[in-house]
C-alpha cells in the first residue's frame, strides 16, 4: 500500500484530570497541531520562525490569531509549543488549534510529552 501523502497520527491522554486529544498533521508548508480538551479546534494560531534572528540556535517566533480569543497567555502558549514542535521539525511554521481547560505548566509540559507520541515529522 502507497504511503499517505498527508500523515497524520493522534493521541488522546488524561492532563491533570481532563481528556485531551492531539492530532499532528504534516503538510508541505505547515505542520497544523489540534490540542484540545473540548474536542474543538479551538482558536486558531499561525506560529511562524522570525526570519529577523540573528541567532539561528535559538530561533524566535511570531504568533498571530487568526480565529478565536486574541489573549495573552493564548500567544504564550502557542510560543512555548510550537517553539518545540518547530524545532523538532526543522524550524518550520506551525498551524496550531488551541482549546485547553487548563494551560498550566504542568499541563504544558505533559502535553509536549503528548506530542511527542504523535509527531509526524
Known amino acids: 500500500m502507497a504511503e499517505a ?4 497520527r493522534q493521541a488522546q491522554k488524561e492532563v491533570n484530570g481532563n481528556p485531551t486529544e492531539v492530532v499532528c498533521t504534516e503538510f508541505s508548508n505547515y505542520i497544523f497541531v489540534v490540542l484540545t480538551q473540548y474536542g474543538k479546534i479551538g482558536t486558531l494560531i499561525s506560529v511562524t520562525p522570525d526570519s529577523r534572528s540573528n541567532d539561528i540556535s535559538t530561533p524566535t517566533f511570531s504568533t498571530k490569531v487568526l480565529l478565536g480569543k486574541d489573549e ?36 504544558i509540559k505533559e502535553i509536549k510529552e503528548l506530542i511527542k507520541s504523535c509527531q509526524v515529522w
Open 5 to 8: 501523502i498527508i500523515k497524520t
Open 72 to 107: 495573552p497567555l493564548t500567544h504564550v502558549c502557542a510560543k512555548n509549543l510550537a517553539t518545540f514542535i518547530s524545532q523538532e521539525a526543522g524550524n518550520r511554521p506551525i498551524l496550531l488549534g488551541l482549546a485547553l481547560m487548563d494551560s498550566s505548566i504542568d499541563t
